[in-house]
């Protein structure tokens, strides 16, 4: 074998804890990032959100968010965390700028063709790139738009990399939610089996088949032991609590623009968050804005009169067949789940809704 130092060559390296990942700011523009349950209303809230005047359309990058669940368990540090989060940033905003990297399948929900403002893309494709598309990203002084999937209880790496340049919006959802419950039920069962699980997984042991979600961090056969259902209220308990703690302690310390926007409310009095939100972005709704939330049915009537949508109703949304109240839906999600989990756990559904209907004054 070739030896490195017979041939002069050594590597004379610092002590390991002086060495810092670490990435320059090289754009000043906002971010919003839109979190919320699976199942909870984020295509809605990110779409009209997009509709907002040089926000770009909503993009969902695995990446990040697994980059956060790995730093939840402690198998990279924070430095390093926030040092990719803002280059993956920094790349995707430079991308977007010329239309490189952007999804034009006619299908899916992330599509340019459900933008509010599709022509945009369709012009990069002919604009140049290097030096040209960094100056469109600031004299256009465009505003990167992420989606992400119940992130807010290990989001803290995203708030390190972004600072004041943040608007980090929480859409939440009251845990009885019929079809959030059912919904969760069917992830639980994808997870670790299915290539389009999405998120990163805890290995048991020796045992390949004891993979359980990150989210289940220190109650791992708790989990196992659970019938989906069980998981689902299980999982919503643990994002509903650790996101209200880790979000009431960021208000503190983060200079991020932090919005919490409670389903229940947006979807019936829609105009005072989008203009929160606008505000913190520092756009204006506008016409276009108007018409995304005429497509995606808001205001409405009750929570489940939204607009017909193929893609939901494979997942288990129905229309409703009357007009109802939050409490009735609240209702009838918790006789869905009184069928199959424990009363223990019904105590905790209970206990996490009220919770969640005290925080946010649901009526």
């Not at 359309?57 to 669940?69: D, F, K, L, Y």
């Not at 940033?89 to 010329?98: L, R, T, W």
């Not at 469109?136 to 807010?152: A, D, E, G, K, P």
Request: hydrophobic share 40%; net charge positive.
């Amino acid at each position: 074998m070739i030896s490195w130092k017979k041939l002069g060559w050594q590597m004379n390296l610092p002590n390991p804890s002086v060495i810092v990942p670490n990435r320059p700011d090289f754009f000043k523009n906002k971010v919003v990032f839109v979190d919320g349950l699976i199942g909870g209303g984020k295509g809605l809230m990110s779409s009209v959100v997009g509709a907002l005047p040089r926000v770009e359309m909503w993009v969902s990058r695995q990446a990040i968010e697994n980059v956060c669940g790995v730093h939840h368990l402690e198998h990279i540090s924070m430095e390093g965390a926030v040092s990719l989060i803002k280059n993956w940033a920094d790349q995707e905003i430079y991308n977007s700028s010329m239309s490189r990297d952007v999804n034009f399948r006619f299908k899916d929900m992330s599509s340019v063709f459900r933008d509010a403002r599709p022509w945009r893309y369709f012009l990069r494709l002919f604009q140049g790139d290097g030096k040209e598309a960094i100056q469109r990203v600031f004299s256009q002084n465009l505003i990167l738009n992420y989606m992400t999937h119940v992130n807010t209880p290990y989001a803290e790496p995203i708030f390190k990399a972004f600072g004041d340049r943040l608007v980090y919006v929480r859409l939440t959802r009251c845990p009885k939610s019929e079809y959030m419950l059912n919904h969760l039920a069917r992830w639980s069962q994808r997870w670790g089996e299915d290539v389009d699980g999405m998120i990163m997984h805890l290995k048991i042991g020796d045992n390949l088949k004891a993979r359980v979600p990150f989210y289940a961090l220190g109650w791992e056969e708790e989990y196992r032991k659970s019938s989906p259902m069980e998981r689902a209220v299980l999982m919503l308990r643990e994002w509903q609590q650790r996101g209200n703690d880790v979000l009431d302690r960021l208000k503190k310390v983060s200079q991020a623009t932090i919005i919490e926007v409670p389903f229940e409310k947006f979807v019936m009095e829609p105009d005072t968050y989008i203009e929160n939100i606008a505000n913190a972005l520092d756009t204006k709704v506008d016409r276009l804005t108007r018409r995304m939330m005429k497509k995606q049915g808001v205001p409405r009537a009750s929570l489940a009169d939204a607009p017909r949508n193929q893609t939901y109703i494979n997942l288990g949304w129905k229309a409703p067949d009357s007009k109802k109240t939050a409490f009735q839906e609240f209702e009838e999600g918790r006789e869905v789940a009184k069928k199959t989990v424990s009363s223990h756990l019904m105590y905790v559904l209970d206990k996490i809704s009220d919770d969640y209907i005290q925080r946010y004054d649901i009526k």
